[in-house]
């Protein structure tokens, strides 16, 4: 058992008819029938929305997924059509907004592997692969791949868990023409972002996009890549610095929250039906201090 420790109320703006309630995002679609999608404070982890906020977190998500966009528009166009707050929304959703152009959503997470951790590794100790493509021997936890892979999921509902699939699945799921065309498309985008996050001094350990088609000016189909992008909650960004094989390495990522959790201190057992418990304030405070930092690193600019 999994989803929400308890799933908030959607707020009602008049203009707009709500559409989903995510882990981290609410969706709404305005009446010219765009999506518009605001960021919360949620923080989830292990497939739970756990009880605590943390402040400041979906301004983090929205303004560097913006500054992200940017930096990716020769690769592949993205879905923001403004960063305007509707009106009559709360003014909380000041800086947390997005308006969007409606995607049919490709039912595929796209996960980009350089180093190797998390499930990644889970899979490596036990057949030397990872979503089926063989792996050399001897790599740790932190390694860093030879070359980058195209490692996929299942994209699930809120409660339930993304599955690792080999590249043929996707292919049975959406044609080898489209399949080709993801995984090109995640690897350049990941390797664009891996050589600006170094550039910063942040190791781009993994990251996932999500995609989806859109008409372009002539009636035909392009991808364009939608949701957010290289956050703190759907990458693993290291300090270079301190990068060091054959241990956990420290992050600008919601590892933290996850480390936390997985801890004699949280009390909790993650195998269990129990909900997790409340994240104490130092592991708030300190969560928010990781991804601001994240920000302000690959940036290059204040938080404020």
Known sequence: MSGFVEKPEPVQVPGLTHLHTGKVRDLYRNEAGD??????DRMSAYDWVLPTEIPDKGRVLTQLSL???????????NHVLSAEVPAGAPADWAGRTLICT???????????????????????KASRTVCGLGLPEGLVDGSELPAPIFTPATK?????????????????E?????????????????????????????????????????????????LVIGDEVL??????????????????????????????????????????????PALP??????????????????TGTTWS
Request: net charge negative.
């Open 102 to 124: 409606s995607l049919r959503m490709v039912p595929v997470e796209c996960v980009a592997r350089g180093y190797l951790t998390g499930s990644g590794l889970v899979e490596y």
């Open 174 to 222: 959406v044609g080898a023409e489209t399949a080709a065309l993801l995984r090109r498309t995640t690897l350049d985008v990941y390797g664009r972002a891996r050589d600006i996050a170094r550039e910063r001094g942040i190791i781009l350990a993994d990251t996932k996009f999500e995609f989806g088609f859109a008409a372009d000016g002539a009636g035909e189909d392009q």
């Open 231 to 276: 956050t703190p909650d759907s990458s693993r960004f290291w300090p270079a610095e301190t990068w060091q094989p054959g241990r956990a390495q420290p992050s600008y990522d919601k590892q933290f929250v996850r480390d936390w959790l997985t801890s004699p201190a949280s009390g909790w057992d993650r195998t269990s039906e129990q909900p997790p």
């Open 67 to 77: 500054w992200w966009f940017d930096q990716l528009t020769d690769l592949v166009p």
């Open 35 to 40: 999506l518009v999608m605001v960021a919360s």
């Open 281 to 298: 304030q130092q592991i708030v405070d300190a969560t928010r201090v990781k991804y601001i930092d994240a920000y302000e690193l690959l």
């Open 156 to 172: 699930a509902a809120v409660g339930d868990h993304d599955e690792n699939v080999s590249y043929e699945e996707v292919v049975r």
